[in-house]
């Protein structure tokens, strides 16, 4: 049975400070999924990508994309 990485979050917060003892097998299926992602060269470009649209919008506006998908208020 593979693990979901969700798996790893509910046994962090189920066991509380004994996690780095009892989840050693959730955060292994975790740090597998993560690498699965970070050596996908599709997955890469994708975030490059994303990364660089945000820099440039940054650039452009001076507001960071944080800032800028918060929502202006509607009353003032």
């Known amino acids: 049975m593979a693990l979901d990485p969700a798996d790893f979050t509910k046994c962090c917060?189920?066991?509380g400070v004994l996690m780095v003892i009892k989840c050693r097998k959730e955060n292994s299926?975790?740090?597998?999924?993560?690498?699965?992602y970070y050596t996908d060269p599709a997955f890469y470009e994708e975030c490059k990508m994303e990364y660089l649209k945000e820099r440039e919008e940054f650039r452009r506006t001076g507001i960071p994309a944080k800032k800028r998908l918060q929502k202006l208020p509607t009353s003032m």
Do not use: M, Q, S, V
């Open 13 to 15: 917060k189920d066991t």
């Open 29 to 36: 299926a975790l740090k597998e999924c993560l690498t699965t």
